[in-house]
Structures are given as C-alpha cells and as structure tokens.
C-alpha cells in the first residue's frame, strides 16, 4: 500500500506540472519494468509525464532504467565510430519509413550503422514493419545483430522484441498504441549504446531538450531535427524537403548549437 500511495503520489505531481529528478525517474519506471505497479498506475505515470512534457533528466532516468535492467547489451568490433538514425514518431506526416532507407544508405558508403527500431505504433510503419515485409529476420536475438553489424556494416535491433529487451519494454510497447516518452526514451536504449547519431523527433519543442537528453546520456556527436510542411502547419520527425527544419547539433565539446535549415 505505501509503494502504491508513493507512486501515486508522484503521478500527482506530473499531472500538476512537477518534475522529477533522474534519479527519481529512473526509480519509478523500474518499477514500471518490474511490474510492481498495477496497470493503471503504469499507464498513468506514462500518459502523465508525455502530457507535461518530460525534461532531459526525466528522459535520461527512464533511458537508465530500460538501459539497466531491461536491454540486452552487446559492443560490436568495429573500427570507426558506432552511428544510429531514428525518428520517434508521433508527428502530423505520416511518411514512409525514412531513417530506415537513410540508413542502408549511409552503411554503402561505409558508416556503421546500428540502428534500433520498432514497429508501428502511431504511424503506418516502423522500421520493422518494412523490414520484415523485406525478409529479414527482425526476432533474432541481439548477438546475432551484433554479427550482422560486424560483418555486413549494418543492424537492428527489434525494440519490442523479448530477445533485446527480456523485461518489460516488448511487454508495455505491445499494450500501448498512443505516443509516450517510450518513443523517445525507450529509442535510446540501443543495445550497442553508439556514440553519435541523427534523430528526428515530434515537435519543434522538444528538439532542444532531446539533445541535452542525448548529452546526459553519454553521446558524443548528434544532430536533433524536425521538419516542416510547406505552410507550417504540421511537423515530422525528420529533415524537410518541404518546410525548414529546426536542428539542435550536439557537439564533442559539449556544446549544442541551434539552427534552422531550409532545402
């Protein structure tokens, strides 16, 4: 009952505006992971904290959870930099899936990419929706991905797969078809953990605080984005050819830059 009224309590505060440490995060979504919550409360710590928008502590504490506790952790031997895209979704252009070609052009070229992707959940298709229509094998476990990123220059690792993430992710992902900050944190628990990346996200708002995410996290080099249409009016979790696209570039330093691009 205490465990219950405590996170309860810390649903409230999200509700009304509060936020919560990392380590406060990180503690609360373990017991999301774990099960120790019922359902309803789960549901409501995930659409409160999405509703209120969650701070780059928040993303990092419920990364750290999944990253912990919940993901298969693999390090491939490659030389060069480890490289990820992905676009988190819930945007208001529903386009193909974009970071996905983008990144089998990027490994022809010789970047080593180890992506991590899900399948549609507020979208049409996910990365691995249109993969396993093109045969792949999308419910392998993490070695052989690793393999495949050793050897091929290439990999996904199936985020609402059992075989990546055993716990609980593949379990709550499967339970859910809204956007929440799963889109964002749960994206960033890529197995082989690479150090630079694209990612293309929902809003405008939140592309500064991704990249401070990013940063927190432990990434060395990343580029936020989102686009937009040609009016403005709607947004997409990628680089525009229709609109200008706002970017926050993370850079080694630690500094982050903010710019916008027009094609």
Request: negative net charge; proline residues 3%; charged residues 20%.
């Amino acid at each position: 009952e205490d465990s219950l009224r405590y996170f309860g309590s810390q649903v409230d505060r999200l509700i009304k505006g509060g936020n919560l440490t990392r380590v406060e995060a990180s503690i609360l979504f373990k017991q999301i992971l774990n099960n120790q919550q019922p359902d309803l409360q789960q549901g409501a710590f995930l659409a409160a904290i999405t509703a209120k928008g969650a701070t780059p502590a928040e993303i990092a504490g419920i990364w750290e959870a999944i990253y912990e506790i919940d993901t298969v952790q693999v390090c491939p031997d490659v030389n060069g930099p480890l490289v990820e895209n992905c676009g988190t979704g819930m945007d208001g252009i529903k386009t193909f899936n974009i970071s996905t070609a983008a990144s089998l052009v990027a490994a022809s070229d010789g970047i080593t990419m180890a992506k991590h992707g899900a399948r549609a959940i507020t979208s049409k298709c996910g990365a691995i929706d249109i993969l396993e229509t093109l045969g792949i094998d999308v419910e392998c476990d993490a070695n052989l991905v690793k393999r495949s990123i050793e050897r091929a220059g290439i990999g996904i690792f199936n985020g609402m797969s059992a075989q990546i993430h055993p716990s609980a992710l593949y379990r709550i992902l499967s339970q859910i078809r809204f956007g929440t900050i799963l889109n964002v944190a749960g994206s960033l628990a890529n197995p082989a953990r690479p150090a630079y990346a694209v990612r293309g996200v929902y809003a405008k708002e939140i592309v500064r605080p991704i990249a401070q995410s990013m940063r927190e996290i432990g990434y060395k080099r990343a580029f936020v984005v989102h686009g937009r249409s040609r009016d403005d009016m709607r947004g997409m979790d990628e680089l525009s050819i229709l609109g200008r696209s706002s970017v926050a570039e993370l850079a080694e330093d630690g500094t982050i830059q903010e710019y916008i691009i027009n094609p």
